[in-house]
Every structure is written in C-alpha cells, then in structure tokens.
C-alpha cells in the first residue's frame, strides 16, 4: 500500500474534464514539490507536471496541477482517446528518506 | 534530448546478483545539473523508486533495498550502473533510469527515462 493515495480508476467522456487525486502527509507532499507522469501500456513513464504545477514545454496545456496542503491534483481538460492511460504522482519523503510514487490512477475516457 | 538505453541479464537466479547498465546519450553522467535514478515497476504494479546517483558518486537509497543495492557511475563510458544481490522473485520487474535535470525541477521529478528492462528472477 503506498503512502501516497491515489484513486485506483478514473473515467470521463471524450471533451469533458477530469481530476485525479494524491494524498500524503506534512513528511512528503506537504512539504516537497510534486510531480505527476503519465504512462500508456508498454512504454515507459513521461513526466506531465513538476515542482507542483509546472509543464514541460512539449506538455500541452490541457494538463495542470496544483497542490494545497497535503494533497495534490492532476487535471486534464478537453479529454481524448489517447489520454487513457496510469497517471502516478510522485515525491520526495523527508521522514523515509525516500522517492516516493502514488499507487496509480487509470484513466479511461468513454 | 538525453536518450536512456537500459540492459541486463533479464533472467536472473534467485539468491544471485543482479547486475543492469544504462548508457546515456545526448547527455553527460557528469553534468552537475543531471541525477540519475533507478525505478522498478513489479507486474501490474505501480512505480518503486530504488535509489539516485549523481555526477559525484553520492547516492541515496530506498531504505528498503540499501542492504543489497550498489549504483555507480561509469564516466568514461557515460553509464550508470545498478547491482543488486540476493535476488528473490520479489525482484521480478521492469527496471527503468530516469534523469532528473534540476534546472527544470528537483532531483526527485524525472524528465528522462529510458525503455525500461525486464528483470525475471527464477531458477
């Protein structure tokens, strides 16, 4: 089970908007930047978000992210196809002294 | 852009040494900007971070795996290096490195990432 919690599936109509959650504590995202990645079946991770909401340049707009206290949010509006996919959050542990992962949210667009 | 290129053995025996290279290119294990993780994904399983290196040899590791887990860095052959002994079929995973550049980022938010290998553990 990972200290980070992330609902295990998400779902949404093409166009629509969706939000994915990541929960932790004061030791990691309360106090550590974080980063979110999407992953599409038999290919490695690609980084969406950083230092809590920033995009890489080749990251479209239609991914954001923000964070607030404990918890942090990934959001992706105007929906597509090629969207579905396992989105992780991930962060620094200052208690475990350790790069954590969300357990993965799965993202199916209807 | 940095290109990752794992490889390995990806069938191990258990209770043996688990040995994986990542060769970087586009990009210098020496850049003082640049960390280099490795992360495993067990089967249908999420992300598990192992450990970090840097251009200097200093390392960090999952407290988890610090017993069994070495990292090096190989700058005359720009890669970096993972072993891991006594493996058991807890060990079976895809082993990816991943890059963190810190002038977008921390260390700790991989902008990189290589294909991933696939590690088996089975006699």
């Known amino acids: 089970q990972s200290v980070l919690t992330q609902p295990p599936s998400v779902s949404a109509a093409p166009g629509q908007k969706v939000t994915i959650s990541c929960s932790g504590n004061?030791?990691?995202?309360?106090?550590?930047?974080v980063s979110w990645y999407q992953q599409v079946p038999g290919a490695a991770p690609k980084l969406l978000i950083y230092?809590?909401?920033k995009r890489p340049s080749k990251i479209p707009d239609r991914f954001s992210g923000s964070k607030s206290g404990t918890s942090a949010t990934l959001g992706i509006t105007g929906l597509q196809s090629a969207d579905e996919a396992h989105y992780y959050c991930?962060?620094?542990?200052?208690?475990?002294?350790?790069?954590?992962f969300g357990g993965g949210t799965k993202l199916t667009v209807l | 852009q940095v290109h990752l290129q794992e490889s390995g053995p990806g069938l191990v025996k258990p209770s043996q040494t688990l040995s994986l290279t990542c060769i970087v290119s586009?990009?210098?294990?020496?850049?003082?900007?640049?960390?280099w993780s490795w992360i495993r994904q067990h089967p249908g399983k999420g992300l598990e971070w192992i450990g970090q290196?840097?251009?200097?040899?200093?390392?960090i590791y999952n407290p988890s795996l610090k017993s069994r887990l070495n990292l090096s860095v190989d700058k005359s052959k720009n890669r970096l290096s993972l072993s891991l002994t006594s493996v058991t079929a807890a060990d079976t995973a895809v082993y990816y490195c991943?890059?963190?550049?810190?002038?977008?980022?921390?260390?700790?938010?991989?902008?990189?990432w290589g294909q991933g290998t696939r590690v088996t553990v089975s006699s």
């Open positions: 290196i840097n251009h200097r040899g200093i390392t």
């Open positions: 991943a890059g963190a550049d810190i002038l977008m980022g921390t260390n700790f938010s991989f902008d990189y």
């Open positions: 586009g990009g210098s294990v020496s850049s003082d900007t640049n960390y």
């Open positions: 230092d809590n909401y």
């Open positions: 004061t030791s990691n995202i309360g106090n550590n930047y």
């Open positions: 991930g962060t620094w542990d200052s208690s475990l002294i350790a790069a954590l």
